[in-house]
């Protein structure tokens, strides 16, 4: 008999990365994940906050699994930090939906604490069914890089972040480094935390001929393509990496390099851009290297390949980064990405590839590995090859498997 599992997705629908929307990795997550559990035996319910009255309110993505759109205060995107009031409406809206169709779940598995808080709330009503969290990111982390009190999250998540970590049945962390800070921070009983990285779609990021790549995403054959792919927040460290882009034309006027950001809303005018789009927009002028840096804005998923095999290097210059998804898309790709020492993904790179592991914000050590990486040839075809292989047991086919060995502890 299939086991029925309910993953919450409170603030973000795994959908949106489909239509193009801005998403983060988060979506991507939970959807390829949700794909491969069904694939392995599971039914799959994602309940999810409707943002819009227009989406329809069940979508039936395969025979055992469907996206669910609760109605959980005004049908439109809000801010996260807006959610926790409309928390114990989300849960009616589930508690309503479930009586309907006259369902019963064997697990709940939560993503990002505003779903933990949902599974508190059933747990505090009677319905005692196990609970699985994933974090995602951890508001203590954010708040350590956070530069002023705009970006730091608020004293509600912390608190819902600790009790959570106490009371959820099983956490799955997303890097070493997330599973010692929930230990040790959080004071969550390590014996019910296993570190399971997210994974990639191997049939999707695969390699293919840059010439190729760089004529279908209209990139100049003669430019060196740096390329972002990410939210555009603070805590993503990309004025560092303009910065580093500066310091590269300034020390090496006859390399030609150009820098691409693939992320945020671009469609609009300038001045309806977010706060950090249009500081990152400043901060080029200021530069003067319009012409070197470009906002490309959201792309669909299965553009991401194109962009990633056009560019000879990735980099992730996060403040924090619980793993950083994109980072294994282009590792995948056999395209070299360079990493802060604050990210998850250090945890799958080779004892040989400290060179793709640069400090956070230390825009001059940046440059120079960039540099260093675009300049040896040899060495760049060498560590594409390895980083390549090293990715190959991150497939959501096995991180599928891995996480069914969490469920099954409690099923």
């Given at each position: ?5 309910a993953?919450?997705?409170v ?28 694939k ?15 989406h ?9 699994l ?23 409406e989300?849960t009616?809206?589930?508690l ?31 319905l005692n ?7 995602h990111?951890?508001a203590?982390?954010k ?29 799955i ?13 959080y ?6 935390i ?16 840059k ?29 560092m ?5 500066k310091i ?7 390399i030609k ?14 001045h ?11 901060l ?18 299965h ?37 802060t020492?604050?990210?998850?993904v ?20 940046l ?11 040899e060495?760049?075809k060498?560590i ?16 599928s ?11």
């Open positions: 008999m299939h086991k029925r599992i993953m919450f997705s603030h973000t629908c795994p959908l949106a990365f489909e239509e193009g929307k801005e998403t983060g990795g988060m979506n991507v997550y939970v959807m390829a994940l949700a794909q491969e559990l069904v392995i035996g599971y039914i799959v319910d994602i309940f999810t906050r409707s943002q819009s009255q227009k329809k309110k069940i979508v039936n993505v395969s025979p055992r469907r996206v669910v759109h609760l109605v959980a205060g005004k049908e439109k995107p809000l801010p996260k930090q807006q959610l926790l009031q409309y928390i114990d989300f009616n809206s589930f309503a939906f479930t009586q309907k169709e006259n369902l019963e779940f064997n697990l709940f598995h939560a993503h990002y604490y505003l779903s933990g808080k949902v599974c508190q709330k059933l747990r505090a009503i009677g069914i196990p609970f699985i969290m994933t974090f990111t951890l203590l982390m708040n350590l890089v956070a530069r002023d009190e705009l970006e730091r999250e608020g004293k509600e998540r912390i608190d819902a972040e600790i009790t959570l970590a106490k009371e959820a049945n099983y956490i962390a997303s890097s070493q480094t997330d599973a010692q800070y929930l230990q040790y921070l004071s969550c009983d390590k014996d019910k296993t570190v399971v990285y997210p994974g990639v779609d191997a049939h999707l990021f695969l390699p293919m001929d010439q190729k790549a760089k004529k279908h995403v209209g990139a100049d054959f003669n430019h060196k393509l740096v390329l972002y792919v990410g939210r555009i927040e603070p805590l993503k460290g990309i004025d990496l303009i910065y580093a882009l590269i034309l300034e020390q090496h006027p006859n390099v150009c820098l691409w950001i693939i992320g945020g809303d671009v469609s609009q005018k300038k309806l851009w977010s706060n950090e789009l249009q500081r990152l927009e400043k080029r002028q200021l530069l003067n290297i319009e012409t070197m840096v470009y906002f490309v804005g959201q792309k669909h998923q553009e991401l390949p194109y962009y990633y095999n056009a560019a000879e290097l990735v980099v992730m210059p996060s403040h924090y980064e619980s793993f950083g998804m994109a980072a294994i898309e282009a590792m995948s790709c056999g395209v070299p990405v360079i990493t020492n604050v990210s998850g250090t945890d799958i790179l080779d004892k040989r590839h400290q060179q793709l592991i640069t400090a956070v914000n230390n825009p001059l050590l440059a120079s590995q960039i540099i260093k990486l675009l300049t040896n040839e060495e760049y060498k594409s090859t390895q980083i390549q292989k090293q990715v190959r047991d991150l497939s959501w086919q096995q991180i498997q891995k996480i069914s060995r969490v469920y099954k502890k409690f099923l």
